[in-house]
Nanobody
Framework: QLQLVESGGGLVQPGGSLGLSCAASGLTLNEYDIGWFRQAPGKKREGVSRVSSSGGSTNYADSVKGRFTISRDNAKNKVYLLMNSLKPEDTATYYC????????????????????WGQGTQVTVSS
């Protein structure tokens, strides 16, 4: 089974940057769309960004557009999320998720569209 492991979380000051990685094992990642989600305590898990299997299509939540960048390196079986200009409201546990899709016509921000999930990495934005 495909296993996803997030890394790169930590404590960062507002305005700072942080890069997250999602590493896959078991199956190659190049057949999967990858989404990044986040969940703060007591809140609903929300979609942050998504990249298609080939890397040719990306999506971002309005709250992170212009600040976050998703990318992937299928040769390394990894997906990345670069987070710039971080805000306290970005504080959450961040998860990567994988799902098989053959078009872009689906709700990428829905957790139901993904079959495999990592365990999450904590991102805290605070001074």
């Amino acid at each position: 089974q495909l296993q996803l492991v997030e890394s790169g979380g930590g404590l960062v000051q507002p305005g700072g940057s942080l890069g997250l990685s999602c590493a896959a094992s078991g199956l190659t990642l190049n057949e999967y769309d990858i989404g990044w989600f986040r969940q703060a305590p007591g809140k609903k898990r929300e979609g942050v960004s998504r990249v298609s299997s080939s890397g040719g299509s990306t999506n971002y939540a309005d709250s992170v557009k212009g600040r976050f960048t998703i990318s992937r390196d299928n040769a390394k079986n990894k997906v990345y999320l670069l987070m710039n200009s971080l805000k306290p409201e970005d504080t959450a546990t961040y998860y990567c998720a994988a799902g098989v899709h053959y078009s872009d016509t689906y709700d990428w921000s829905s957790t139901y569209e993904y079959d495999y999930w990592g365990q999450g990495t904590q991102v805290t934005v605070s001074s």
